[in-house]
């Protein structure tokens, strides 16, 4: 049952984070630097807080008796995950939904999900999955299976898009991605990819803060939004720097108060996308906690919001015009990514 509930949990994060970009769709009249600031500070300062009160609401004494070292590299992990997020918009901007998120999280959930793994083999914890374990046993071995079957759709994914690459013309290419740009695509997805994946490293790093909601009493299911308050600091601090930065370079500190703009809808849709931004990890540590499986949970995580932006993108016609073979490539590579859930849940269950 646990394995089940946890998997709907990722489910639920996967639908929120494969979906959070569309709101922004919405803004009218802003640059991207102005719209992309404002729904951050919901989504790393006012969001979490919130959420961590109404679930832990002792998380302020926790934070304050949390060793400095902790907090110190759970803020660098955020700083550096910040540093893939911001490339992360700038991803989905020069390829759209479904190639962009697909190279992304292809290289997110291959770093994400093994390199802890890695680091517990050579700094064992108890109760922390090493890779050791994951090769040395039956229910590893799936789990693994399932990792790389993942990185087989992730990678058909791609080709689709390069395909797709092919295929159009470049003024239908900017009619379904108005900034579309491979190569610089390519360099900032692959970029974003890697970074990203410090989030994971960022919840590894403040697991004591957890463990310590967990032993005042509260609920195990949301131990995890505690460490969240912290390590979105340090996203917090890498993407107000860079786009007050651009709104500096390209004068768009006006957007805030230019009332030629839908200044209402613009801040209710950038709060709606960065509030829904970060219900992908409110459900994402809920389905840890079930699942007792960071290798697992990363993978199921990046694996779902994979399938959601591929669906955002067949609903936003980015792949209209393209030949039978592309649409059954991308089809291919989503029904893969699929078998890979299926294979991660088999492998948790046998555990």
């Known amino acids: 049952m646990q394995i089940i509930l946890g998997t709907i949990f990722h489910l639920l994060g996967g639908f929120a984070s494969g979906s959070f970009y569309m709101p922004f769709r919405k803004v009218d009249g802003w640059r ?3 719209y992309w600031i404002v729904g951050g500070l919901f989504s790393w300062l006012i969001v979490p ?9 002792g998380f302020r004494q926790i934070i304050a008796l949390t060793p400095t070292s902790t907090i110190q590299f759970t803020i660098l992990f955020g700083v550096l995950w910040g540093i893939g997020g911001l490339t992360y918009g700038l991803g989905v901007r020069f390829l759209g939904m479904s190639l962009g998120n697909s190279v992304i999280l292809g290289f997110c959930s291959a770093f994400g999900a093994l390199l802890p793994s890695v680091y517990y083999q050579f700094f064992p914890e108890t109760g922390k999955t090493s890779i050791g374990m994951l090769l040395g046993t039956g ?21 689709a898009g390069m395909m797709k690459e092919r295929e159009l013309t470049e003024d ?9 740009n491979l190569m610089k695509g390519l360099v900032v997805a692959i970029t974003s ?4 994946s410090c989030f994971n490293f ?6 004591p803060m957890a463990e310590a909601a967990v032993a005042a009493g509260f609920d195990p299911l949301y131990q995890n939004n505690v460490i969240y308050v912290v390590l979105l600091w340090g996203g917090l601090a890498t993407n107000l720097i860079w786009s007050l930065i651009l709104n500096i370079r390209n004068k768009s500190f006006g957007d805030y108060v230019n009332r030629s703009t839908p200044l209402l809808k613009n801040y209710f ?29 990363w993978i199921l995580h990046m694996a779902f919001i994979i399938l959601v932006a591929n669906v955002w993108g067949i609903v936003l016609n980015e792949w ?9 490539t991308i089809t291919m590579g989503i029904l893969i990514i699929l078998s890979s859930v299926v294979l991660v849940g088999i492998g948790n269950a046998l555990k």
């Open 193 to 196: 990819g890697v970074l990203s």
């Open 320 to 328: 209209k015009g393209v030949g039978p073979a592309t649409r059954k």
């Open 139 to 159: 229910w590893g071995q799936i789990v693994l299976l399932g990792v790389m079957v993942c990185l087989l759709g992730i990678y058909v994914c791609g080709k």
């Open 269 to 297: 849709f950038a709060a709606l996308a960065g509030t829904t931004w970060f219900l992908q990890f409110f459900f994402y540590g809920m389905g840890e906690s079930q699942m007792g499986n960071g290798a697992s949970s």
């Open 49 to 57: 807080p919130v959420a961590a009160y109404l679930t832990i609401p």
């Open 172 to 180: 239908a290419k900017k009619q379904q991605v108005a900034e579309f």
């Open 202 to 207: 960022g919840i590894e790093a403040g697991k």
């Open 32 to 34: 991207w630097e102005s």
